[in-house]
């Protein structure tokens, strides 16, 4: 709980400092002329002086949010290769374990299926709706990179948080890709 006195003058700063400071001299000049009656004077200037400068006692009372971390686990059917939902899996449990232990952090666990095709960013732009950016402390993706739906770039989601990419497989594997390098002009 923080309690602290602001003052809100009625006047503009511009013309409260100036006037404070001559009502301040004239009580002083007071007390110097008739000491008995002068001290009345000043008090009496204080005290309009601190009516014009309105103080008031603010008591605030904060409570710290916890950080959002969102974990995005691939769980499509390019995953069932090899062992890489296993993997991932692990990955995730671990990452969410460590993630527990730094305490005050929410975690959202989010799985992205899909069987012909990763729609990632589109499952990432869902988890991010509801998430203020102020609190998203990072996210995690965990997937082997096959993604249909990759965004332009982490700005166009509106992320400004550390975001982390942990890819399943093995560093010696290759897509495939069928190309046509001739095609008849009676062909489908």
């Not at 290769?81 to 232990?101: F, I, K, P, S, Y």
């Not at 996210?139 to 942990?166: C, E, I, K, M, N």
Request: net charge negative; with cysteine.
């Amino acid at each position: 709980m923080l309690n602290q006195i602001s003052f809100l003058p009625a006047l503009p700063l511009s013309l409260f400092w100036p006037l404070a400071a001559f009502v301040l001299l004239i009580a002083i000049y007071g007390v110097l002329r008739a000491p008995a009656g002068g001290i009345f004077r000043l008090i009496a200037a204080l005290c309009l002086l601190s009516l014009v400068g309105k103080p008031t006692l603010r008591s605030e009372e904060t409570t710290s949010l916890p950080d959002i971390a969102i974990v995005l686990k691939d769980d499509s059917a390019s995953q069932q290769l090899d062992g890489r939902n296993t993997a991932t899996t692990t990955a995730a449990e671990t990452l969410v374990q460590r993630l527990e232990g730094l305490g005050n952090i929410d975690i959202r666990e989010v799985d992205v299926t899909g069987f012909d095709e990763t729609r990632l960013g589109e499952t990432l732009a869902l988890a991010l709706a509801d998430v203020p950016r102020s609190q998203l402390g990072g996210v995690f993706l965990l997937t082997d990179g096959q993604v249909s739906d990759a965004p332009d770039s982490a700005s166009s989601l509106g992320l400004t948080a550390p975001t982390h990419l942990l890819m399943t497989g093995r560093t010696d594997e290759i897509d495939r890709q069928v190309e046509i390098l001739s095609a008849p002009r009676f062909g489908i």
